[in-house]
């Protein structure tokens, strides 16, 4: 019988092998994604900007990619509960987040949450939604003067819908009821549709949004929009004043988009979803689309993206501890 001797020599030799094995099979995986559908999670109901935005992106993917990409819309908690969905899926390439703004000030308005910063990654940057402050056409007041008077006068001050506890309408409303120096609710609602029931039925005064599901009810004069709560006036509608041009210099805020990924997602396809999505932001139709739905075309990349984002984290930071704000 012949003597088989096992060397160490041997013994590196099989793991090499099996180690070179293993990654030629992850590579050509990594190289075949997407080999099935993809989910794209979306933390607002149907019907707003994200949602919108979203959906448009998705059907180009499928289109680019030739494979299915769904979107789910996860509502609820200020957008926490998408955050958590995508954080504890696992990291095959097949569950990406389209994340919004309240992000970055969970933690701040919540404290200690049921997911960490270092369980998601960021991809690619998308857009920007500039917030307009509006009324219904039925409100006993025309002007942002006017509605600050009116909340004033009312022993509860004024009541403000968002689509969100600690969604960027949430926090503008604050700045603006503190700025204003007037007392104020604000009520989240599951996304946009909601908010805009509740100001048609006048049961409250205002909200902040972006413009995409707004602009139908401005067109057909069911609202009146006060002002934008953008540094400069927006190209989207420049009519309206900003916020700062009518004293309120620290009303300030914006929706924004982008997507992010289970932190353990390969690199190879987040770098692969990252090109998709700066492919079709430059290209014109998409961008057209998505300019057409009142939003700002901001491609960036997964650094770029996280550096917004941590930069996006200690801005709000700060204003929500300075103003004592708590998300409920």
Same mark, same amino acid.
């Given at each position: 019988?012949?003597?088989?001797?096992?060397?160490?020599?041997?013994?590196?030799?099989?793991?090499?092998?099996?180690?070179?094995?293993?990654?030629?099979?992850?590579?050509?995986?990594?190289?075949?994604?997407?080999?099935?559908?993809?989910?794209?999670?979306?933390?607002?109901?149907?019907?707003?900007?994200?949602?919108?935005?979203?959906?448009?992106?998705?059907?180009?993917?499928?289109?680019?990619?030739?494979?299915?990409?769904?979107?789910?819309?996860?509502?609820?908690?200020?957008?926490?509960?998408?955050?958590?969905?995508?954080?504890?899926?696992?990291?095959?390439? %097949? &569950?990406? @987040?389209?994340?919004?703004?309240?992000? /970055? !000030?969970?933690? =701040? *308005?919540?404290?200690? +949450?049921? #997911?960490?910063?270092?369980?998601?990654?960021?991809?690619?940057?998308?857009?920007?939604?500039?917030?307009?402050?509006?009324?219904?056409?039925?409100?006993?007041?025309?002007?942002?003067?006017?509605?600050?008077?009116?909340?004033?006068?009312?022993?509860?001050?004024?009541?403000?819908?968002?689509?969100?506890?600690?969604?960027?309408?949430?926090?503008?409303?604050?700045?603006?009821?503190?700025?204003?120096?007037?007392?104020?609710?604000?009520?989240?609602?599951?996304?946009?549709?909601?908010? %805009? &029931?509740? @100001?048609?039925?006048?049961?409250?005064? /205002? !909200?902040?949004? =972006? *413009?995409?599901?707004? +602009?139908? #009810?401005?067109?057909?004069?069911?609202?009146?929009?006060?002002?934008?709560?953008?540094?400069?006036?927006?190209?989207?509608?420049?009519?309206?004043?900003?916020?700062?041009?009518?004293?309120?210099?620290?009303?300030?805020?914006?929706?924004?988009?982008?997507?992010?990924?289970?932190?353990?997602?390969?690199?190879?396809?987040?770098?692969?979803?990252?090109?998709?999505?700066?492919?079709?932001?430059?290209?014109?139709?998409?961008?057209?689309?998505?300019?057409?739905?009142?939003?700002?075309?901001?491609?960036?990349?997964?650094?770029?993206?996280?550096?917004?984002?941590?930069?996006?984290?200690?801005?709000?930071?700060?204003?929500?501890?300075?103003?004592?704000?708590?998300?409920?």
């Amino acid at each position: 019988m012949a003597r088989f001797e096992v060397t160490r020599r041997t013994v590196l030799g099989t793991i090499a092998a099996s180690v070179a094995a293993s990654s030629s099979f992850t590579a050509r995986a990594e190289d075949a994604w997407p080999s099935r559908m993809v989910r794209l999670i979306s933390p607002y109901g149907p019907g707003g900007s994200n949602d919108i935005s979203l959906r448009l992106l998705a059907e180009e993917f499928g289109r680019s990619l030739r494979q299915q990409f769904i979107v789910e819309n996860k509502p609820g908690a200020g957008t926490r509960i998408a955050n958590d969905l995508v954080a504890h899926a696992p990291g095959d390439g %097949y &569950t990406f @987040l389209y994340v919004a703004a309240p992000y /970055a !000030t969970a933690e =701040a *308005l919540f404290g200690k +949450l049921t #997911y960490e910063r270092k369980d998601l990654q960021p991809v690619a940057m998308v857009v920007v939604a500039p917030l307009f402050l509006i009324i219904s056409a039925d409100a006993p007041f025309k002007t942002l003067p006017a509605l600050i008077a009116y909340g004033k006068a009312k022993p509860d001050g004024l009541t403000f819908a968002s689509p969100g506890a600690g969604s960027q309408p949430h926090l503008a409303g604050e700045l603006l009821f503190r700025d204003a120096g007037v007392k104020g609710l604000n009520i989240p609602f599951r996304g946009d549709a909601a908010s %805009y &029931t509740e @100001l048609l039925a006048g049961r409250v005064d /205002a !909200t902040l949004t =972006a *413009l995409p599901t707004a +602009l139908p #009810y401005i067109q057909s004069g069911k609202f009146t929009v006060l002002g934008v709560a953008s540094p400069e006036r927006s190209a989207l509608y420049p009519q309206a004043p900003t916020l700062r041009e009518q004293g309120f210099p620290n009303v300030a805020a914006a929706g924004w988009y982008g997507f992010m990924a289970p932190a353990t997602t390969p690199r190879a396809v987040v770098d692969k979803l990252q090109a998709e999505v700066l492919r079709a932001l430059a290209e014109p139709p998409i961008k057209d689309k998505l300019t057409a739905q009142g939003l700002e075309v901001r491609p960036g990349s997964a650094a770029e993206f996280g550096e917004f984002i941590d930069n996006e984290t200690q801005k709000w930071t700060k204003l929500i501890r300075d103003a004592g704000l708590k998300g409920e």
